[in-house]
């Protein structure tokens, strides 16, 4: 039996994750915990418990580990990368003070911790193509500091304290359920909804831009699989590349294209945005998931689009 703890359990992927927990985890308890105007709503509040857990308060975090008998914490509170620019100090606070937070818990009471990590760990000084597991990682954003910091911290607190913390480096995901909000990938998403509404869709990114990109479930398949990995293979922790796809905006728009034959798109590159995807890698070798806990995606571009677009019909009530 498993009794989780779910920080940012109504966001892009906290509301997937937390429901999926649930259908794997059967007899435990799987607590959502949202922030005040975040509260969980239909089958996310119906399913399961829900507590008020705001990741900057570690007393908030403790009361609820204590409540449930939590042993594994997910923590998916996060200021994705375009916010973070526009609020740095905001993007410290819940990427790395929040974390902090996270840790104590888990030293205190003996959780296991998974923490994402992202593309966003890595900088303009990075290989970028194929880019190795251990390499270099000096990001130019908040967002990215946020993330290797959190790598390092997550890192030290295993190997000083022998607290279990898991990670990997998520790209962009891509889903129909909860969009994202302020991530430099969110683009690969919205795209998506244009086609199905059959609007023109205005790409904030320049042709050749090219971004590691993975559908949800493929994401939440990794984040459980690590978690429940053998820890006498784990050589690495925090934080492993995972990989499915790799593509730049041509390629994603022809392929709905073969879907949706008068899907259009035009150019209108956002300099923040362009900046930040031009400093993360083109591709991630994933190698060492695939080595040390046989992670592998089960989509591609072309299967992913095709569940995406009949997922988005049905959701947006939209005939073929
Ligand atoms: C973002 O674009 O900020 C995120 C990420 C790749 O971590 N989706």
């Known amino acids: 039996m498993k009794n989780i703890l779910v920080i940012g359990a109504t966001g892009q992927i906290g509301s997937e994750l937390t429901m999926k927990l649930r259908s794997v985890y059967k007899d435990g308890n799987v607590v959502a915990g949202y922030i005040r105007g975040a509260e969980p709503k239909g089958e996310l509040l119906e399913s399961g418990p829900a507590e008020l857990v705001d990741i900057t308060d570690p007393a908030q975090i403790a009361a609820a580990v204590d409540k449930y008998n939590v042993d594994t914490i997910y923590n998916l509170a996060a200021i994705l990368s375009a916010v973070g620019e526009a609020k740095p100090q905001l993007a410290w606070k819940i990427g790395v003070g929040g974390l902090y937070n996270c840790l ?52 030290y607190y295993y190997r000083r304290f022998g607290v279990d913390t898991r990670s990997v480096r998520f790209p962009g995901l891509i889903s129909y359920v909860t969009p994202p909000g302020g991530g430099t990938t969110d683009y690969a998403v919205d795209i998506y909804y244009s086609a199905v509404k059959g609007e023109e869709f205005e790409c904030p990114l320049c042709n050749g831009t090219y971004m590691d990109m993975m559908y949800m479930p493929d994401a939440l398949r990794a984040a459980i699989e690590l978690m429940e990995a053998d820890p006498s293979r784990l050589l690495h922790r925090n934080s492993f590349n995972i990989a499915s796809m790799s593509f730049d905006p041509a390629m994603i728009a022809a392929k709905i294209k073969q879907y949706i034959p008068d899907f259009k798109m035009t150019y209108k590159p956002d300099p923040l945005r362009q900046q930040i995807a031009d400093s993360w890698p083109d591709s991630l070798d994933d190698s060492c998931a695939r080595r040390e806990w046989d ?26």
Not at 124 to 134: G, K, S, V
Not at 313 to 318: E, P, Q
Request: glycine share 6%.
């Open 104 to 155: 104590e818990v888990s030293r205190e009471k003996g959780c296991a911790l998974f923490t994402p990590s992202s593309i966003g760990s890595f900088g303009p000084t990075t290989p970028h193509e194929n880019t190795p597991q251990d390499t270099i990682q000096r990001p130019e954003t908040m967002y990215g500091v946020t993330k290797v910091t959190g790598e390092l911290l997550s890192d």
């Open 295 to 320: 992670w592998k995606p089960e989509y591609d571009l072309d299967s992913m689009t095709r569940d995406m677009i009949e997922k988005l019909r049905i959701k947006l009530n939209v005939k073929a």
